[in-house]
């Protein structure tokens, strides 16, 4: 077995721990892969790092550990999830929705997915396209796609048209596209729904919308979005799981569920109803 660690190297936290893996990792014969960040921390430079070794078509990675909080998940989804590759979370951050896995557990869920004694959840994710050949950095979205006014610029007039029909003119700080996954996340923060990720649905929810008429609106996840945006300094944010970029005004974003999937690692019968209760008191 094969397990490729990536980390946030800011929290020193997150270091220890992946020391502490790494140690429990090797007695038990797992071949480890360092991100990039790890091995210039200086963790141990004589594992492989995971850009060298997935260059080879005959190194495969059968798991991947995001070591840190929700940002390093999604930042770990990032690198690895057109490679296919189950991501296990565990959490040195804060909340730890999508990292699920506490510091205290570590051994316990680890001797579990080396002996096989584990489930794997597919989550959909959005891809964001435009006309404009280059112009996004990064397309693919786990939690969210958020357009968003730019710097201290007033509220922004998002246009969204759903399936060929127009929809609505948002006037407000800014529009999020979520998935159930991100249901939890940004979404949950401006006053959107929660979903239980296994739903196949999209949701729309405005960010300091001003019209008091307006509320989130969960639509198929097959649905295609087309979203054009004017504001007075004549651009945007556009903001795809928190990478973020400034935007030209003249830029028509494509919005629609990506042919990609994340996999998640689920140990221990974790459930939604029980995150929710664990994470977000709910009920308490």
Known sequence: ????????????????????????????????????????????????????????????????????????????????????????GINCGHLGYLAEVQTDNVELVLDQLVNNNYTIEKRSMLEVSCQQEGKLA?????????????????????????????????????????????????????????????????????????????RPLVVLDDSKIDIKIASRNGNFMLSVDGRSQVLSQDVQLHIERSQRTIKLVRINGQTFMQSLKDKLNWGK
């Open 138 to 214: 990064s397309p693919y979205a786990l939690n969210e796609v958020a357009i968003l006014k730019s710097g201290l610029s007033s509220m922004i007039t998002v246009d969204v048209t759903l399936n060929g029909e127009f929809l609505h003119n948002y006037k407000a700080d800014g529009l999020l596209v979520a998935t159930s996954t991100g249901s939890t996340a940004y979404n949950l923060s401006v006053g959107g729904p929660l979903l239980d990720p296994h739903v196949n649905a999209i949701i729309l929810s405005p960010v300091a919308t001003h019209s008091l008429n307006i």
């Open 1 to 88: 077995m094969t397990i490729a660690i990536f980390g946030n190297t800011l929290r020193s936290n997150t270091i220890r721990e992946v020391k502490r893996i790494i140690d429990f990792l090797q007695q038990r014969d797992v071949e480890i892969v360092l991100s990039q960040e790890l091995r210039h921390e200086g963790i141990n430079r004589e594992f492989p790092s995971v850009d060298d070794y997935v260059s080879h078509d005959n190194h495969t990675i059968d798991f991947a550990l995001s070591v840190g909080g929700d940002g390093t998940f999604l930042t770990t989804a990032t690198l690895v999830g057109h490679l296919d590759i189950p991501i296990l």
